[in-house]
């Protein structure tokens, strides 16, 4: 008798089972190890990435509440609202954020939230006075790994120098910003502030800064500020 295409099939089908079927019977125990180390390696996957996120909030918080201190207003400003903590000064404002800056760095370093809590550390450190340990917490956050607060350090670190009369080490930094601008340190920012540095030193030098960013950024605010600093040189 012959078969038909639809009774092939079927005892393929059956015939594939079979063959399936002694294959786990044979390696029943290699099997079900491996679904084992599957199902605990999915299981570590998803733990890992809710530790991940859970640690990702708490190093937010921490320097959320940094900033949020470090901007706080001082008593008797006309932006204290009833009930919001005010600080006696500007030092005291600066010591509470610390704190939670100091806490999210130390703990949750290799968070993007801790990376620039340490950003802020130096700057905390620069305004108290202490600037060379400023200058060494700056450092070590401009040689990271995280381009986008590594410029933030780096364009602190020029002002710093810019301020101390270090106009090489200023210079430096800011040509470094302008090759290799970021989202927070746009090259437009480094270029008008290393006009300024110019203006100073070099005013031929700053007057083609300013008539760049002028031509490059027209309908920015730094287009409008280098034009009246242009006002400024040539008087």
Do not use: C
Not at 30 to 49: E, F, H, N, W, Y
């Amino acid at each position: 008798m012959a078969i038909s295409r639809q009774e092939l099939k079927s005892d393929q089908f059956v015939s594939t089972l079979d063959n399936w079927y002694e294959f786990y019977l044979n390696y029943q125990k290699q099997i079900q190890t491996a679904a084992i180390v599957v199902a605990v390696a999915i299981a570590a996957g998803v733990g890992l990435t809710a530790w991940v996120r859970n640690r990702d909030a708490r190093a937010e918080a921490l320097f959320s509440q940094g900033l949020a201190t470090l901007h706080a207003p001082l008593a008797g400003a006309a932006t204290a609202a009833p009930g919001v903590t005010t600080y006696a000064n500007a030092q005291a404002r600066a010591q509470a954020a610390e704190k939670f800056f100091q806490q999210a760095a130390d703990s949750y370093a290799s968070t993007e939230s801790g990376r620039e809590a340490k950003y802020y550390l130096g700057l905390i450190a620069i305004e108290r006075g202490d600037t060379a340990k400023g200058e060494a917490v700056l450092k070590a956050v401009a040689a990271g790994k995280d381009a986008r607060v590594a410029s933030l350090a780096e364009n602190a670190l020029a002002n710093l120098y810019a301020t101390q009369g270090k106009t090489n080490e200023a210079r430096a930094l800011y040509q470094k910003l302008i090759a290799n601008p970021s989202v927070v340190v746009p090259r437009s920012l480094a270029m008008i502030e290393l006009a300024d540095l110019e203006a100073v030193n070099d005013p031929g030098a700053a007057r083609k800064l300013y008539e760049q960013i002028q031509q490059q950024f027209p309908d920015s605010d730094l287009a409008r500020t280098a034009q009246d600093s242009l006002a400024a040189l040539a008087r």
